[in-house]
């Protein structure tokens, strides 16, 4: 069993910063890609940042510039920090990973922590 645990979420005023935090856990052989997505209210949930094992991170053209993403392999875990916040980056991030197990290597998803950027 795979797990996925968030932690960072929290409110800010515009121009300010957040580091969100994400650290798998449970029967994990490898992890081919970390990364973030998120979600508004009445919006499709979309990619914001992810970093593929061993390859350079990608980014959503919305965050480029005002966020970065870290991962540390030895930990499973996955940090997105974020800069320069506006009210339109207020979502639901989720952490998602690929992960093999002894079983499957296949996407898992954090229970989701929330990001609210006042005006």
């Known amino acids: 069993q795979v797990q996925l645990v968030e932690s960072g979420g929290g409110l800010v005023q515009a121009g300010g910063s957040l580091r969100l935090s994400c650290t798998a856990s449970?029967?994990?052989?490898?992890?081919?890609?970390m990364g973030w997505y998120r979600q508004a209210p009445g919006k499709q949930r979309e990619l914001v940042a992810q970093?593929?094992?061993?390859?350079?991170?990608d980014y959503a053209d919305s965050v480029k510039g005002r966020f970065t993403i870290s991962r540390d392999n030895a930990k499973n875990s996955v940090n997105l920090q974020m800069n320069s916040l506006k009210p339109e980056d207020t979502a639901v991030y989720y952490c998602?990973?690929?992960?093999?197990?002894?079983?499957?290597?296949?996407?898992?998803w954090g229970q989701g922590t929330q990001v609210t950027v006042s005006s």
């Open positions: 449970g029967s994990i052989i490898s992890t081919y890609v």
């Open positions: 970093i593929i094992f061993g390859g350079s991170p």
């Open positions: 998602n990973a690929i992960i093999r197990t002894v079983v499957v290597q296949r996407p898992y």
